[in-house]
């Protein structure tokens, strides 16, 4: 059967609006969906598949919801689905070492990092689950719908680009956890006015534009109540 769908195999197939990728395909390559009409994918029951190459989705802009396989690996999430502007929901098939779906955001399969927010995403808020430690690179790029995110406390990197772009972001709070945040994390933000840190805040750990209002929280003598 046929083991590998390639490079750009369905580009700019504006009619491919549904497809199922055979058991036997174990990759797909560089760019095999994208600019395609999808507006679903099915794997075979039992697929075999363990590699998803750069730009696989991109741009399928019809694409909603996706389920991988058991066995798909690690594999740049932003990049593949990048431009799929109504994705709302990833969802991993159980017995996957790699990745778990939580209510449609991809994580670790451990949950300590949040590998990608799906872009199509509406919710308004979000609160990262406890054990999160984690904010992957451009996590949450692109989605223009959220517009408060609450970092629970035990996070301590939002790494770079995470929330590139996100252009409804008004208010971010960061927990006394957080120790980096990387190059251009909130960069394109430019609904941001709000954000809440913690009483121990480092002001050398990202800079803010002006029209940012940083607020700190007052010290409190209760450790616990950080």
């Given amino acids: 059967g046929v083991t590998t769908i390639g490079r750009g195999a369905f580009y700019q197939t504006a009619g491919l609006k549904s497809v199922t990728i055979p058991a036997s395909v174990t990759k797909l390559g560089y760019g095999a969906f994208v600019d395609s009409g999808l507006e679903a994918v099915t794997f075979a029951d039992e697929s075999q598949l363990t590699t998803i190459d750069y730009y696989a989705f991109q741009n399928c802009e019809a694409l909603t919801q996706i389920t991988l396989p058991a066995g798909v690996g690690s594999f740049w999430t932003d990049l593949?689905?990048?431009?799929?502007?109504?994705?709302?929901?990833?969802?991993?098939?159980?017995?996957?070492?790699?990745?778990?779906?939580?209510?449609?955001?991809?994580y670790t399969a451990d949950g300590t990092t949040l590998m990608f927010y799906p872009e199509g995403k509406t919710a308004t808020s979000f609160t990262t689950p406890t054990g999160v430690t984690t904010i992957g690179q451009s996590a949450f790029s692109d989605n223009g719908n959220i517009e408060s995110v609450t970092l629970s406390e035990g996070v301590t990197t939002?790494?770079?680009?995470?929330?590139?772009?996100c252009g409804a972001l008004a208010e971010v709070t960061i927990?006394?956890?957080?120790?980096?945040?990387?190059?251009?994390?909130?960069y394109g933000c430019d609904a941001l006015t709000a954000v809440n840190a913690p009483c121990n805040w480092d002001g050398s750990l990202y800079t803010f534009p002006t029209t940012v209002t940083v607020n700190i929280a007052e010290h409190i003598t209760d450790a616990d109540s950080y």
Avoid: M, R, W
Avoid at 80 to 106: P, S, W
Avoid at 175 to 185: E, Q
């Fill in 175 to 186: 927990p006394a956890s957080v120790t980096s945040i990387g190059t251009d994390a909130f």
């Fill in 158 to 165: 939002i790494s770079d680009q995470a929330f590139l772009f």
């Fill in 80 to 106: 593949v689905f990048y431009g799929c502007e109504a994705l709302t929901d990833i969802h991993v098939a159980e017995g996957n070492t790699t990745y778990k779906g939580i209510d449609g955001v991809l």
